[in-house]
């Protein structure tokens, strides 16, 4: 951990894809390390939302935006990858990409 709070780390991109076929979008997201989820969840327990969410800061190479990390009863942390960030980085499922997330207290 570089600062208290910011949490550097590489993840592969998967996609969610809904069942139900009136949803046509895929999501993208990458899963958070367990030590980062769990030091997340230590240091900032209190601080999610009633969702379990944690609002951050990202920076994917030259792109950098708000968002929030989800609780996955599966996965542990999860991180959503919206369009013009996936677009702008050329980031595609199964690329392995580094990330630096800043916890937003």
């Not at 951990?1 to 996609?15: E, L, Q, V």
């Not at 379990?52 to 542990?76: C, D, K, Q």
């Not at 996936?86 to 980031?91: G, H, P, Q, S, V």
């Amino acid at each position: 951990m570089a600062n208290p709070g910011t949490y550097s780390f590489r993840a592969k991109i998967w996609i969610w894809r809904s069942p139900k076929k009136e949803t046509t979008a895929p999501w993208h997201f990458v899963t958070l390390p367990k030590k980062i989820r769990n030091d997340i969840e230590d240091l900032y327990k209190g601080t999610s939302s009633s969702l379990g969410s944690y609002r951050v800061h990202v920076n994917i190479g030259n792109t950098a935006w708000n968002t929030s990390l989800f609780p996955s009863r599966e996965l542990g942390l999860i991180l959503p990858l919206k369009a013009a960030v996936r677009k702008a980085e050329d980031l595609h499922e199964g690329k392995s990409v580094r990330i630096i997330i800043e916890i937003v207290v």
